[in-house]
């Protein structure tokens, strides 16, 4: 039973971490319990991921499928908080204008946003809303799967590699290795996500596609930024996120 509890505690921090979805009193926090959420990253990226499958069925039994598209991406950015969004604006701004490692962070503490940040995420939503208005229905859902569970792993493997910066931030006490258990839950949800897209009529070289062009997007933008800074910080693994959730999708636009 403790270790259940334990288990149902770290959930309920890291969908707490991930999402505005309120968890009551189950989200109990000790610092040995908030170590441990990244294990759960991709199960909940995968949970996000299905609930925006969902709203994207329940907007085309009304609007259009670009109409229903726009609709789920605004929900999900609700859902969220637009964490994610926040951190690739900032970190846009950040490596956009600071010519030091030491002016670039300062940039990214600032609360405004400036030009590199707005046209970072005009291009990634954008883009992700382009390619889920290409794709069919069923498609379009199995890539909100894929790409929701893909990007929160990444966060968690990322995350693993110990180079968080800052002594007080959003990824404070997390970035430890992930451990035989981490990579277990970590690569359930993505086997999760893979069989979910399968079902919904992905096909596997699309799934595969989309992996890669994730997985290697993700992995230049964190090599780029952490050349910058020399680590990483909440907003740069908020940025990879997003990267590696539009290549997800761009991915399997490139199968069509």
């Known amino acids: 039973m403790p270790r259940l509890r334990d288990m149902a505690a770290e959930i309920a921090l890291a969908l707490q971490f991930l999402s505005r979805i309120p968890v009551g009193g189950a989200a109990r926090y ?19 991921g299905l609930v925006a499958a969902a709203l994207l069925w329940a907007g085309m039994q009304v ?28 970190a846009a701004d950040g490596m956009g204008g600071g010519r030091t490692p030491e002016r670039a962070l300062e940039i990214m503490r600032d609360s405004r946003i400036g030009s590199y940040g707005v046209l970072a995420l005009i291009m990634a939503l954008g883009l992700q809303a382009t390619c889920l208005a290409l794709l069919p229905l069923s498609w379009a859902m199995g890539a909100l799967v894929l790409a929701h569970a893909v990007s929160r792993a990444i966060m968690a493997l990322a995350l693993g590699q110990g180079r968080y910066l800052r002594p007080r931030g959003a990824g404070t006490g997390l970035d430890r290795p992930l451990g035989a258990r981490g990579w277990t839950l970590t690569g359930a949800a993505l086997l999760a996500a893979i069989g979910g897209g399968f079902a919904l009529g992905l096909p596997i070289a699309a799934m595969l596609i989309a992996l890669f062009l994730s997985s290697a997007a993700s992995a230049i933008w964190l090599r780029l930024s952490r050349r910058k800074i020399s680590g990483d910080t909440g907003d740069t693994l908020g940025a990879a996120q997003v990267i590696a959730a539009t290549a997800c999708l761009i991915g399997v636009v490139a199968w069509i």
């Open 63 to 90: 609007f259009p499928q670009p109409v229903a598209v726009v609709l789920t991406l605004l929900l999900m950015l609700l859902m969220t908080g637009a964490l994610h969004e926040d951190g690739l604006a900032d």
């Open 30 to 48: 000790t610092p040995e319990r908030w170590a441990r959420i990244p294990c759960w990253f991709g199960l909940v990226g995968l949970g996000l």
